[in-house]
């Protein structure tokens, strides 16, 4: 019995080069054949793969050397036309067509970008194509950027409905101490509540992604909080994905347990929007503690509002701050900050941040 239907796949650059740097052809043809297995068993998978940036540094050498933007800019364009080169050949040895998605942190902070992508991906799927997604390197801006493609998967996990999460990496989960030291294990199960590994945590990052265990453990825990599986598996691991997948094993990896208590998907999309916040709100103690409480449905009325700092459009994302500065969650703000700023303190009009489009860290 297959585990899930709907899935995401994160792949790691480290998964899918060699020690040179250069693309893994032979393991990448592994991951393919698992993946195009999937898919012919009816289950539905949308890929998001690392990999440009090392695909692109083996690949080619500038004469002058250049800023740490300018060699991002120049590896990425060329590796994730080699990337992609290379997975479409693969796809197409099982006749299944892939297509590339390449997206920015910062267009998906507007909830109509962002739908534009699901539907993006939804129409792929709908025709039989595997989106195959990663950051478009070559044109973010270093500030603005993902963290890494693991905080980039949470994100497509969530927004395409997935049941589940499979983040591959070199390494077969998290461990409880040193990977290299004999008494280390793999912690198999990380349950709601559960969920504060930091004490276990290495802080070394991977040597070809940007990303670690830590934002692997912060990404995974959000996820699965938000009701969806998420599994931190060793990619380098022959049959890694079928055996995953497969509930009558017990493969070794890490699983964070979905939480029983799912938010809702447009709950998922300001939750992992954060990063992409253009102004403030800070409430008063009142509002702070309804916020707080949070066991009903509440919304921030002008009312309850102290004051509002940052420009920011209609429908923009707002940081939520309470009466002594502590960041109480996230929302989407349904007035401009000039707007708001005018109806401050107003009663019986409408929310500044409905209760559908706020995020809340203590009750979600
Ligand atoms: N987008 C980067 C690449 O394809 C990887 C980012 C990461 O390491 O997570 O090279």
Redesign the pocket.
Known sequence: MLRYKKVTIKI??NVLTRPDGSLDFTRMSALVDQVAELKKRGVEVVMVS?????AGRSQVHPEDKLDAVSQRQLF?AV??AHLLHRYCMLFSDHHILCGQVLTTKESLGKRDHYLNQRNCMRVMLDNDVIPIV??N?AISVTELMFT???ELSGLIATMMDHEALIILSNIDGIYNGNPKDEGSSVIREVLPGKRDLSEYIQTSKSSF???GMQTKTNIASKVADEGLEVIIANGKRDNILLDLMDSEKDTLCTRFVASPEPTSSVKRWIAHSEGFAKGEIHVNANCTQTLIEGDSAVSILPVGVERIEGDFEKDDIVLIFGADGTQLGVGKSQYSSKEAQRVIGQKGIKPLVHYDYLYLFNNE
């Open positions: 790691g650059s690392s990999g440009a940036g090392a990425s590796g994730q990663n950051e390197d890494d493609n693991d992604g940007r990303g």
